[in-house]
């Protein structure tokens, strides 16, 4: 099995060529906002307000990290669950966001939202923040800096793995590796 | 009677708080190599090999493991003939979080308020419960609880006629519920019995026992390696991408209940099973 390259913004040709199951090195930038970051844009959005970041082509890396130590970028750096942020997510595939990175099932509204506006859903390795943290080259705040873990950040990220769970032709790897598997323990 | 001094607590749990998260235990790392070799999917190896590169950076570089290092819950046995000066062992305990917490560059993760949700600023209040046991010494036993594992698990209050099945029922549909989101390979502690409370409480102390080691009652020791054998069936393996990893372990604790009851709790945990030790 190989490995995709991909470098970011994510455009439609991008998002086609991904399938449930591929194993990516991701490269360029992401932002990085979890729960209470979404539950801000949802209110900007739903009063018609400016947002402080533009998602059109833009991927979300659904992330909290430890503060950085004195000399390192940041701090550990893995993927957060994503469900809770499925109630903000078809709105935001509405407004052009391509990609999202995160861990664990997606609810069938955002499944489809990923299908009609042509995105991708990416896991992470939930719980490997150490070994991630190595592939982030940049980090900034961007927005809502009293958030703390919680802040929308800019990250350069270089050759960070991932893979795809939910593609733009309605596959997700969740239900179809689980189904591979089924009563195939180790003897 | 023997005294400990409160600074002496807190200075332990400040240690104990950033060892956890750098440093996983052997148990966890031997469970991580042996399912190397029995993992059937290329991508659930690839996730496991790439969890043994994480657990020696986080070792070597003092990099948390998990970026969620947890709520800090302690599971303390004060012995009888035990005296605590100079203050109070919950603000000892708290102080040692806050300081740990802080001198690690660990995340703090706790709110205040559940609703309005505003940051402690240093991980603390922990949780806390005490035993009191027999002796001179005070051991402290800690662990860092994720959210994402422990927003999976669950509690469910069956009818004695629901009986053994039932319980296995609830148990793995607890597991394939939490699927990706609890961090697959996990550890699934399960209380069954006592009270609503206790059950869950005896469901999470079961996840300190080393991976690996069975309950000392062989019928729930028979009990733990059947119910292992079917989370792995489930299919869900390493990050819930398909595998034959499903479940590293899973550890039961029964303890007596009302002739009207059966409190069943499942306490997930991930793969950053992250807990320490130390007796004083």
Known sequence: ?187 | MREIHVDDITENVAFLCQAASFDLGDDMIRAFQSSLKTEKSEIGKDVIEQLLDNAEIAKQEHIPMCQDTGVAVFFIELGYDCNIVGGSLYDAINQGVSKGYGDGYLRQSIVRDPLDRKNTGDNTPAITYVEMVAGDHLTIKFTAKGGGAENMSRLQMLKPSDGLEGIEHFVLESVRLAGPNACPPMIVGVGIGGSFEKSAYIAKKSLLRPVGERNEEDRVAELEEKWIEQCNDLGIGPQGMGGSTTALDVKIEVYPCHIAALPVAVNIQCHANRHKEVTL
């Not at chain 1, 400016?50 to 909290?64: D, H, M, Q, R, T």
């Not at chain 1, 506006?117 to 490997?128: D, E």
């Open chain 1, 1 to 187: 099995m190989g490995q995709k390259i991909v470098t970011l913004p994510l455009t439609d040709k991008k998002v086609q060529y991904l399938k449930a199951g591929d194993r990516v090195l991701l490269s360029g930038d992401v932002y990085a906002a979890r729960d209470a970051a979404h539950k801000r844009l949802a209110e900007l959005i739903e009063n018609n307000e400016e947002l402080p970041i533009n998602l059109k082509g833009e991927a979300i890396y659904y992330v909290g990290p430890t503060p950085a130590k004195p000399g390192q970028i940041i701090g550990s750096a893995g993927p957060t669950t994503s469900g809770r942020m499925d109630k903000y997510t078809p709105k935001m595939l509405s407004m052009g966001l391509k990609g999202m990175i995160g861990k664990g099932y997606r609810n069938e509204a955002v499944k489809e939202a990923i299908q009609n506006y042509q995105a991708v859903y990416f896991a992470a390795i939930g719980g490997s923040g150490a070994l991630l943290s190595k592939k982030i080259q940049f980090e900034t705040v961007v927005a809502y800096e009293d958030l703390g873990p919680e802040a929308i950040r800019r990250l350069t990220i270089k050759d960070f793995p991932v893979t795809v769970i939910n593609d733009c032709y309605g596959n997700d790897l969740y239900q179809q590796g689980a189904e591979a598997y089924q009563g195939r323990h180790p003897q």
